[in-house]
Structures are given as C-alpha cells and as structure tokens.
C-alpha cells in the first residue's frame, strides 16, 4: 500500500500534522504506540501568554495563539466535541515582591497581565493572603479527549498502525522509502521523546526535562480558570478533577514518579487550598525540549525523504498545530518554515 506520508507518533505534533495533510487531501499512515507516559497523554495542555516569574510574553505569541484557538476549534468541529476553552489564568501572588513585580507589568500596559478588581472572590477556596491579578486570554486544549479521537478517525479511515515503529526494518528509496509492507514519499518523525534516540535526528541539541503532575478530585471548585501559585491548578474535562503541576527537572536518573514531587505538591496544596481534595493520579513523564527553546520542523538535509515536527518543549500544545501546519504547508505547497524552527539551520551539525 502506498501513502504520500508516513508519520511515526501520534502525540499532539502526529495528530495535528496528520490533520493539516489530510486537509490538503494527502494520504497519510500514522504508526503509534501508546505509552503512558508521552508527554501528550500527561499535559494538562495550558495555552499561556506568559512565560516565568517575569511574565515575559512567550514566542511569536501574536500568531501562534490566536491560531492554536482556530486550530482546535477546527479540528473539534470535524470531531464533533469541544477541544479547547478559554481558561484565564488566576495568579496568587506568593509574596509581596511578586505581586509588585505584576502591578508593575500592567503599568507598562502589557496587553495579558491584567488587575483582577474582586480580591475577595476566591476566599472560599484558597489562602491568598498577598492578593491576586489576571493573565488573559489563555486557553486547555483538552488533549486527552482529542488524542483518542482523533486516533478513532485515524482508525476508521485505515491510517493507523497500533505498533511500534521498528527502524531497523525502514528502507530508503530513491523516491521515498519502504517500511514492511507499506511505501511512503517520505517518512515523518513526530516521535516525541522517542526522538532523543532517532540516529538521523539524535544529533539535534535536546535537552531532556523531566515533568511530574498530580490528577485530584476537588469537587467544589469552580472549573472557570486556570489557578496559579506556585503550581498551576488547572480544570480537566472529566467535572470536578484537576491537574496540579509541574516540576521542571533537568538532571534526572529516569522517568518514574517520586515521592518527593507528591510530598511537595501535597504540602502546597495543603497550605493554598480550602477545599477538600483526592488525589486520584501521578503523573510523570519527559518534555522533548531543546537548548535554544525551539522547534525542530522541516526536511533532513541531507535525506529529502525524511522529515522532522519535534523539540515542542514545555509549549508542545501551543506550537504543535502552527508548526505542523507550515510543516504540511512546506511539504505539499513548499511554503518556507519560520527560520527559527527550520531544522535546516542545524545542517551543518546533521551532516557529521
Ligand atoms: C508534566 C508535563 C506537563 C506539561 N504541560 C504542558 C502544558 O500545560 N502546555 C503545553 O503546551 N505543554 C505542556 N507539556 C509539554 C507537552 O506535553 C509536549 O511538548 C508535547 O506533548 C510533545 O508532543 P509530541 O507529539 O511532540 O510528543 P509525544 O507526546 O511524546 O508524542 C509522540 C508519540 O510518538 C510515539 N512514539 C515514539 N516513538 C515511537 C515508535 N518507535 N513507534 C511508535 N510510536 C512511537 C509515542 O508513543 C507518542 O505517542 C507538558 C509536559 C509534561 C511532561
């Protein structure tokens, strides 16, 4: 059987990609297998304008925003269940410094760090004895709803494996490549972490960060916002459960759970939280990001059959639809990839 396109994941970058190539009436074939712990199936897939303490706005905010909320909205409505909602962003202040460094921002008129004028309203539920403000708009794409469906399309239609991806049984044509019995025009890798270990990509700068997550039950909590501390609290699909998170650790042993992350999280949520709360999940898992913070999207210099969408970071949910949909743009309408995310730039390193 042949395809134009053989997309190895179906993470948030697999799905999107596979998506945006069908739209432009390309035949695709999507190999995954599930694993638990894929950065996609553990996210609680926060859109946010801003990024760390000093609410710097993230990159190329103004494009990539608006189009992650016509994304999936778009590929929602083809599926026919919501996939996203516009989830402002609560900000606790920790400590008096914090809260001078937010009133500062919005003097400057940043146009996502906003007062929020009823202090009191979440007395019911949390401890905030420093007040709090608004980060708006930020968005959840409800990632765990849309990867399963989208995967039912995939399945439906005949354009999805259940396996793993064996490299040792790819082959390389002049015109494309062959894998078993399937032949494609060009193989896509949107692996994930599983990329770290790609012999045609390994060399790109990744930087592997580890992330932990809590999933809890507070059924009195209203699901409007995303709240922010020192963690984010964020509303799941499922009524009534929350995401707590996140660690960001860069020096790690592997992948598992830790005690220490569930001891910390439950003392901040014990110390934040009114309201009662069980924990039902932990969660824990690998980001695939890269030292300079960008992604890697494009064709492998020196194999025009062999193509990259990977390097999403702690951002994959944000970037995967506006970098797979110039990546689709590129292969079949060879529209150029945003230099900064151009795997190109990386030749010389791809060609030792
Ligand atoms: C705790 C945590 C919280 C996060 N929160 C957020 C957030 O709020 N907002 C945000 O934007 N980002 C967040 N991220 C980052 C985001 O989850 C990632 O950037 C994104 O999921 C990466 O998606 P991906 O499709 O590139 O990779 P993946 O999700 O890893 O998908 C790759 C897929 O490929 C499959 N695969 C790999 N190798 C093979 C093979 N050989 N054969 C078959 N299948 C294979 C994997 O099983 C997987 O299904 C978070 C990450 C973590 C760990």
Redo the contacts with the bound molecule.
């Keep these: 059987m042949h395809y134009d396109y053989l997309i190895?994941?179906?993470?948030?970058?697999?799905t999107f990609l596979s998506y945006y190539l069908q739209q432009l009436e390309k035949t695709v074939l999507v190999?995954?297998?599930?694993?638990k712990d894929?950065?996609?199936?553990?996210?609680?897939?926060?859109?946010n304008p801003v990024t760390g303490r000093r609410l710097v706005t993230v990159w190329m905010a103004d494009q990539i925003l608006p189009f992650a909320w016509d994304a999936y909205s778009a590929i929602g409505a083809q599926l026919d269940i919501p996939v996203i909602s516009q989830r402002n962003v609560i900000d606790f202040f920790p400590n008096p410094f914090m809260r001078e460094g937010f009133l500062e921002k919005i003097k400057t008129g940043d146009q996502h760090v906003h007062a929020y004028p009823e202090q009191n309203h979440f007395n019911h539920f949390f401890n905030y004895e420093f007040g709090c403000g608004e980060i708006r708009p930020a968005y959840t794409a409800h990632v765990e709803v849309l990867l399963p469906a989208w995967r039912n399309r995939l399945n439906n239609i005949g354009a999805l494996r259940e396996?793993?991806?064996d490299r040792t049984l790819l082959q390389y044509q002049n015109n494309g490549i062959s894998y078993k019995d399937v032949t494609a025009s060009k193989i896509i890798y949107?692996?994930?972490?599983?990329g770290f270990e790609n012999p045609q990509f390994s060399k790109l700068p990744y930087a592997p960060n580890k992330?932990?997550?809590l999933v809890l039950e507070i059924p009195d909590l209203p699901p409007h916002h995303i709240y922010k501390k020192s963690m984010m609290l964020v509303p799941m699909v499922e009524p009534g459960q929350f995401w707590v998170?996140?660690s960001y650790v860069w020096d790690f042993d592997n992948a598992d759970p830790t005690q220490e992350f569930y001891d910390r999280t439950n003392a901040v949520l014990k110390e934040w939280l009114k309201l009662p709360y069980k924990i039902l999940e932990h969660?824990s898992?690998?980001?695939?990001a890269t030292l300079e913070r960008r992604p890697f999207c494009g064709i492998h210099p020196l194999h025009p059959q062999v193509g990259i969408?990977?390097g999403?970071?702690?951002?994959?949910?944000?970037l995967?639809p506006f970098f797979a949909s110039e990546l689709a743009e590129f292969l079949v309408n060879e529209k150029p990839i945003a230099a900064d995310a151009d795997v190109k730039r990386f030749t010389k390193v791809l060609s030792r």
């Excluded at 949107?190 to 599983?194: A, E, H, K, M």
């Design positions: 190895i994941g179906q993470g948030i970058a697999g190999i995954d297998e599930v694993k894929s950065p996609s199936r553990i996210t609680a897939g926060i859109i396996e793993r991806f949107c692996d994930g972490p599983g992330g932990e997550a998170g996140s969660r898992g690998l980001r695939p969408l990977n999403m970071g702690t951002k994959g949910c944000s995967a």
